[in-house]
């Protein structure tokens, strides 16, 4: 059994006495919180932030519970229609506040005091914590932005300080000739040929001295036209002994990482247009990560569709015999099995996959760097059957344990371990 308490709870006024013969709402609402746990973690790409938003959206719906007018059990889509809906706005209202705050932080860099970074010292390769805002706003680009300040860094440290400290100033404070010839103390000649020269080192010292740094981002230089496996920075979260290595097909357009120890693979096929563009390998890795936590458990916990045409399609549950062969590769465990009745096609997922693309297991990924997946023994969660999927960290005792009902699938409680 898993360490006790898993139970979710949330605190709402009492429901309003005119309700004699229906549910009361605060009843109605308080068995919806963790499906909206999960549907605001989707919105926003935070955990943290998920549980706090879903408690306000809960109170909002109390304060408006007016408007729901049919409270009985069997209307439960139209309620969570109703509660998605206010979640999107309380959601939305949150990443703008957040991304209003973000727009005003300036990545320390190590020309603001001419020292580079100390030998020892690991930097963050990627960042997971990252929000999807609305609009114009996209978290895979914003990623990108953030994990190639880390390799920026990196070049301005080969820098002489004169030239580091010009660029800075220029392209990542944004400051005007003026204001930097006033704070360096130097002509406008001067200034002109340290930002020429300081742009000619960087371009050398990241086609020479960190030419596999660049490529190990999965950034190819112009004129680059073939696609080889390339070796990422990222270890895989299911054994944690290797790396994970970027197979790319550009003729379909169809993306593969696959790690080199268990061959645990995950990919897709960029089907949607809507994707934006990314070069780096991280970066395309959470775009996939983020596609397929969307899809899964919209299909697990609303309406089941098919892959590959789009239609609507059934979803099963199967122990790990039922399953074909080519999805036991990391041991013995259930999965799901989705069969479309328009196409005729099934398509299989497994509980390590599943869980893994869960917000609170991509955290957790990128805050132990190097972890692995264990399976648990079938347990009970409040006296229902579940499969429990362990990941823990490579380098301490941390790890997160998620509860997945037997039937449906669905979350029933996540606990992370310290």
């Known amino acids: ?23 009361a709402v605060d009843i109605l609402l308080t068995a919806e919180r963790p499906w909206l746990v999960r549907k605001c ?65 300036i990545l320390p860099l190590p020309g603001d005091n001419g020292a580079a970074p ?19 706003y996209s978290v895979e680009l914003e990623f990108e932005r953030t994990e190639l300040s880390s390799l920026l860094n990196e070049a301005l440290a080969h820098l002489s ?21 006033r704070q360096l103390q130097v002509n406008e000649a001067t200034l002109v040929q340290r930002i020429y020269r300081g742009k000619q080192a960087l371009r050398t010292v990241l086609t020479t001295q960190l030419s596999d740094e660049l490529a190990a981002y999965g950034i190819y230089q112009p004129g680059e036209t073939t696609i080889e496996p390339l070796v990422t920075r990222m270890w895989c979260p299911w054994c944690g002994t290797d790396h994970i290595v970027l197979h790319e097909n550009g003729a379909s357009d169809s993306l593969l990482f696959k790690c080199r120890a268990c061959n645990a693979p995950v990919g897709g096929k960029k089907t949607d247009s809507n994707w934006p563009k990314v070069s780096s390998a991280a970066a395309r890795y959470v775009q996939l990560a983020n596609w397929l936590h969307n899809y899964y458990w919209h299909t697990i916990d609303q309406e089941p569709t098919c892959i590959f045409c ?8 199967h122990e790990a015999p039922e399953l074909p062969a080519r999805h036991r590769g990391l041991g013995d465990q259930p999965g799901i099995a989705i069969t479309c009745g328009q196409c005729q096609r099934t398509h299989y997922n497994t509980l390590s996959h599943l869980t893994f693309d869960l917000p609170q297991v991509q955290r957790f990924w990128q805050t132990h760097k190097r972890i692995h997946w264990q ?7 409040a006296g229902i059957p579940a499969w429990v999927s362990t990941f823990h960290s490579k380098s301490g005792h941390e790890q997160i344990d998620i509860l997945i009902e037997r039937q449906t699938f669905r979350v029933l409680a996540i606990n992370e371990q310290p």
């Not at 100390?118 to 114009?136: F, I, K, R, T, V």
Request: with cysteine; hydrophobic share 35%; proline share 7%.
């Open 310 to 317: 789009g239609a609507s399609a059934t979803l099963t549950t």
């Open 1 to 23: 059994m898993l360490p006790q308490p898993f139970e979710e709870t949330v605190a709402l006024p009492p429901a309003k006495p005119d309700a004699q013969t229906e549910p």
């Open 375 to 381: 399976p648990g023994q079938p347990t009970e969660h």
């Open 118 to 136: 100390s030998d020892g010292q690991e930097q963050d390769e990627w960042n997971l914590e990252l929000l999807a805002a609305p609009d114009h």
């Open 41 to 105: 973690a989707v919105l926003t790409r935070n955990a943290d932030a998920a549980e706090d938003l879903a408690q306000e959206t809960l109170l909002e719906a109390w304060r408006h519970q007016q408007k729901l007018h049919d409270r009985s059990s069997e209307q439960r889509e139209e309620r969570r229609r109703w509660l998605a809906a206010i979640a999107h706005n309380v959601c939305l209202r949150w990443l703008r506040e957040d991304n209003h705050e973000r727009a005003h932080r």
């Open 161 to 181: 300080e004169p030239l580091r400290i010009a660029l800075v100033a220029r392209y990542i404070h944004g400051d005007n000739h003026d204001e930097i010839t």
